[in-house]
T-cell receptor, first 112, second 116 residues
Framework: DAKTTQPNSMESNEEEPVHLPCNHSTISGTDYIHWYRQLPSQGPEYVIH???SNVNNRMASLAIAEDRKSSTLILHRATLRDAAVYYCILKVSNFGNEKLTFGTGTRLTIIP | DVKVTQSSRYLVKRTGEKVFLECVQD?????MFWYRQDPGLGLRLIYFSYDVKMKEKGDIPEGYSVSREKKERFSLILESASTNQTSMYLC???????????????FGDGTRLSIL
C-alpha cells in the first residue's frame, strides 16, 4: 500500500484555522485519500475523503494538490474539542481490499 | 448516524481464559472489522468479515478467531488469553467498496483489555 507522511505534532490557537498536511508521493491513480481523527479514549472517527477534487463537509475541508502527491485537511475554526490525533490514509480501490492502514498520525494540540 | 457498540469499555481477564469481545452495528453494513491498537504500533487489523459466516485474516490473526452468525454482530475470540494480548481492541463496520476506495469505516469506542 502507498505510504503517507505527516508531521508528528502540531499546535494551533483556538478559533483559528488549522491546516494539517499529508504527503503521499507514491499514490496511485485510483487511491482515495481518507482522513480520520481519534479523540482521547475514543475510537477513530471518519472526517472526510476525496479522490481528485477538493471536498467540504460539516467537519472539515480537504484540499488535494493537482498532482495528488499531497493533501491538506483544513479545520476552519479550531475548538478545544478538535484536539486529537489526525490520520491521513490512502484507500486502495480494489475489490476485496477493504482494510485501512493507519500510520502514526499528527497529534493536534489546541491552545486556549 | 452509524452506531458501532462494543460490549465492554474495560475488561480484565486471566492468562489462559477464553475471552469474547462483542461488537454490534446498527446500519446494516456488510463489512465488519477487528483491530487492536498499541502504543507506537498504531492500529493493526486482526480479522474482517464481508458477510455473515464469512471471514478473512488480517495482518495479525494469530491467537484470535472470529464469529459472524448475524449481519449486525461480529465477535472476536481469544482462545487462550496471553499477556501479550493486553491491548485496546476496536471494532469497525462499513459498506463494501465495490471496487472503489470511497467507503468510510465507522468505529466503536474500543475495549481496553488487560490480561493478568
Amino acid at each position: 500500500d502507498a505510504k503517507t507522511t505527516q508531521p508528528n505534532s502540531m499546535e494551533s490557537n483556538e478559533e483559528e484555522p488549522v491546516h494539517l498536511p499529508c504527503n503521499h508521493s507514491t499514490i496511485s491513480g485510483t487511491d482515495y485519500i481518507h482522513w480520520y481523527r481519534q479523540l482521547p479514549s475514543q475510537g477513530p472517527e471518519y472526517v472526510i475523503h476525496g479522490l481528485t477534487s477538493n471536498v467540504n463537509n460539516r467537519m472539515a475541508s480537504l484540499a488535494i494538490a493537482e498532482d495528488r502527491k499531497s493533501s491538506t485537511l483544513i479545520l476552519h475554526r479550531a475548538t478545544l474539542r478538535d484536539a486529537a490525533v489526525y490520520y491521513c490514509i490512502l484507500k486502495v480501490s480494489n475489490f476485496g481490499n477493504e482494510k485501512l492502514t493507519f500510520g502514526t498520525g499528527t497529534r493536534l494540540t489546541i491552545i486556549p | 448516524d452509524v452506531k458501532v457498540t462494543q460490549s465492554s469499555r474495560y475488561l480484565v481477564k486471566r492468562t489462559g481464559e477464553k475471552v469474547f469481545l462483542e461488537c454490534v452495528q446498527d446500519m446494516d453494513h456488510e463489512n465488519m472489522f477487528w483491530y487492536r491498537q498499541d502504543p507506537g504500533l498504531g492500529l493493526r487489523l486482526i480479522y474482517f468479515s464481508y458477510d455473515v459466516k464469512m471471514k478473512e485474516k488480517g495482518d495479525i490473526p494469530e491467537g484470535y478467531s472470529v464469529s459472524r452468525e448475524k449481519k449486525e454482530r461480529f465477535s472476536l475470540i481469544l482462545e487462550s488469553a496471553s499477556t501479550n494480548q493486553t491491548s485496546m481492541y476496536l471494532c469497525a463496520s462499513s459498506l463494501p467498496q465495490g471496487g472503489f476506495g470511497n467507503q468510510p469505516q465507522h468505529f466503536g469506542d474500543g475495549t481496553r483489555l488487560s490480561i493478568l
